[in-house]
């Protein structure tokens, strides 16, 4: 039997093994089922609460504060389960963001402990100069608004107004030192992942709210050699190759759904 190609992306095998690892916790007595009316507290459950104890107190717990311990996780337990066979986790919009977000951290955290050579680093810096030139400038145009459900609308229906902010919706050859100090090093960032264009783009996080943003150009300065700026373009790789990891291990996700938007 011939297997469909998806079977065979790295990122299946990931979320699989993920998927594994969720099963094998629950078969060891997380239990997940909420019609169940059994719990087992192990062992192995008794001694991670007295070592998140340890962690935080910087001691071991007693037997009367391991005892407590336990009882607190029976009464999470419990309420979670009742909670679930509830349905209140259906219309949870904070539960339903924490979940999305977990689901993305599966995906990205290989990255965060990859081993990485100097040649992809040099290969990253090569691509990217603009990125560690300190004075690399900017010309741009940004649109300001406080939601990012807002800017996505305004992105999507073409309404370049935006919303009152005293920060200049035009900005001129502005240094990159500049550009962090009046919009912050988040947005200094993902301007650095915007092309320069006519196109507006984004949304672009900030330290106030979202932007969308039209790069009209920007001149990369010089550049340090690999071994004075190592940590920094490590860093930075590490950072975009989680999100594009992210993003691809939804694409195969999704791609498994059928999704019908009603207008």
């Keep these: 039997m011939t297997l469909p190609g998806w079977t065979r992306e790295p990122l299946v095998h990931f979320l699989a093994a993920g998927a594994a690892i969720v099963l094998l916790l629950a078969w060891q007595g997380e239990e997940v089922d909420p019609a169940s009316r059994s719990i087992t507290v192990t062992q192995e459950?008794?001694?991670?609460?007295?070592?998140?104890?340890?962690?935080?107190?910087?001691?071991?717990?007693?037997d009367a504060e391991l005892d407590a311990l336990t009882e607190r996780f029976i009464r999470e337990e419990v309420l979670y389960r009742e909670a679930l066979r509830l349905g209140l986790d259906r219309?949870?919009?904070?539960?339903?963001?924490?979940?999305?977000n977990k689901m993305d951290y599966l995906a990205g955290s290989m990255a965060e402990?990859?081993?990485?050579?100097?040649?992809?680093?040099?290969?990253?810096?090569?691509?990217?100069?603009?990125?560690?030139?300190?004075?690399?400038?900017?010309?741009?145009?940004?649109?300001?608004?406080?939601?990012?459900?807002?800017?996505?609308?305004?992105?999507?229906?073409?309404?370049?107004?935006?919303?009152?902010?005293?920060?200049?919706?035009?900005?001129?050859?502005?240094?990159?030192?500049q550009v962090?100090?009046?919009?912050?090093?988040?947005?200094?960032?993902?301007?650095?992942?915007?092309?320069?264009?006519?196109d507006w783009q984004g949304p672009v996080a900030s330290g106030f709210g979202w932007h969308l943003v039209r790069v009209r150009a920007r001149a990369p300065g010089t550049v340090p050699p690999l071994?004075?700026?190592?940590?920094?373009?490590e860093t930075d790789w590490r950072a975009a190759t989680k999100d594009r990891r992210e993003d691809e291990a939804y694409r195969v996700l999704r791609d498994a759904y059928e999704v019908t938007v009603e207008r």
């Design 180 to 198: 962090e100090d009046r919009f912050g090093i988040a947005f200094r960032r993902g301007l650095d992942g915007l092309e320069p264009g006519s």
């Design 91 to 100: 219309d949870d919009a904070v539960l339903r963001k924490r979940l999305a």
């Design 227 to 233: 071994g004075d700026i190592r940590d920094r373009v």
């Design 45 to 62: 459950d008794r001694a991670r609460l007295a070592l998140q104890w340890e962690r935080t107190m910087s001691r071991p717990p007693t």
């Design 113 to 177: 402990t990859a081993a990485v050579s100097d040649a992809t680093l040099q290969q990253w810096l090569d691509n990217h100069p603009e990125r560690f030139a300190e004075d690399t400038r900017y010309s741009f145009d940004q649109r300001y608004f406080a939601g990012r459900e807002d800017a996505e609308s305004a992105l999507a229906s073409g309404d370049r107004e935006g919303e009152a902010i005293s920060l200049p919706a035009a900005v001129e050859n502005e240094r990159r030192k």
